[in-house]
């Protein structure tokens, strides 16, 4: 009874990010600064004045801890912190000295990565993973309310 409920509620979070709202292309034209991410290419846009500045591979969350998907705005920046949690059934992870966070969703954030090279497939427990170098250049460009949007 514990793992059909289990494995109940699984799939009920899974169909939650399946059947959420999907961005449309017009809906991402702007004039202002806004940062896209693709899961399915797993790829980051930052976006100014309508045009491309900068893209980096990313890894977005594994399947059973996948990321959300919708339009958020950075809600805080954080240049560093320990990082620890658990998706189940995935193990316990604590991670120290976690760089350029910028959280736009209760918990979920895109922050530098530099323990694992697995951009371009889904890696992480949720949050965006970006490469170190692209993380920086990303907390240091974008302000607090800054448009994201994940598709």
Request: proline residues 6%; contains cysteine; charged residues 20%.
């Amino acid at each position: 009874m514990r793992y059909l409920t289990l494995i109940l509620s699984i799939l009920l979070i899974s169909f939650s990010f399946v059947f959420a709202p999907t961005t449309k292309a017009e809906d991402i034209i702007t004039n202002q600064k806004l940062i896209t991410i693709d899961t399915g290419k797993q790829k980051l846009f930052a976006w100014d004045n309508g045009q491309i500045v900068f893209e980096t591979p990313v890894s977005t969350g594994m399947m059973l801890a996948p990321t959300v998907r919708g339009g958020y705005k950075i809600q805080r920046k954080v240049p560093l912190k320990d990082m620890k949690g658990q998706v189940k059934p995935y193990k316990k992870y604590y991670i120290k000295d976690v760089p350029n966070i910028m959280y736009f969703y209760q918990s979920y954030a895109i922050h530098g990565t530099w323990w694992h090279n697995a951009f371009g497939r889904k890696a992480s427990h949720g949050c965006v993973n970006v490469p170190v170098p692209a993380s920086k250049w990303l907390y240091d460009w974008t302000p607090i309310g800054t448009r994201v949007e994940i598709f």
